[in-house]
């Protein structure tokens, strides 16, 4: 999450903790770093899920096993905190080491909500913005050692699966796949030992933290929930 903010640090696997608390060195090699340059902006309805399956599945078809990817161009300045949070969170899905966005003034605005003393805000502004590490829509991009493109406008809302997350799907796919999937025409398949009848299936699922710390996803989901139980959507005991 905290790389949303600018922050570097990742997860270590179980193998270089042993490692450490052992007293044997653990050996970190400089990482090929991967600029993805966003443009546009994510149309209404598309939830910053959508943006984290999609790229998903472009950074795994790129390759970036124990790669840095970072976020330039200006389609970084029109995504909030918690949406940056959703992508960079997915970073075991994409296989990369750490996915981050750069500071801002998103990010500053982030440090304010969170306490922190106006001053220190601007002694933070001030010392990135003189490193050369601040983000505006103005500034030359960072040299990588491979750039990627994704408009944000093309990101349409996606189902993953159905066995792995970088199995995208658009929503008008999912009932093919669901047919597909289960071998049969819809109506031939059992559920709980009864036939189901085409049209009346849902999959609700709120998955790890990648949705749970972003309210806007956790509002939308409830009020999917809300609806669904309105029009009369129950679940088998």
Known sequence: MINAL?????GVGGLE?????LGEPVIIPYPDVVGVRLTGRLRQGVGATDHALTLTELL???GVVNKFVEFCGDGVTTLGRAERAAVSNMAPEYGATRVCFPYDDETAACLRLSGREEEHVRLVDAYLTAQGLKHTDDRPAP?????????????EPSEAGPNLPHQRLPLSRVPASFRQAAGRPTGEVDVFGEPL?????AIAAITSCTNTANPALIVQ????????????LIAKP
Do not use: E, F, K, N
């Open 6 to 10: 600018g922050v570097v640090g990742w």
């Open 17 to 21: 903790g042993h490692a450490a608390m």
């Open 60 to 62: 795994r078809a790129t």
């Open 143 to 155: 040299r990588y050692d491979q750039v990627l493109d994704l408009d944000l406008g093309s990101v």
């Open 197 to 201: 009848p085409d049209g009346p299936v």
């Open 221 to 232: 989901t409830g009020l999917l929930a809300q609806r669904a139980v309105q029009r009369g």
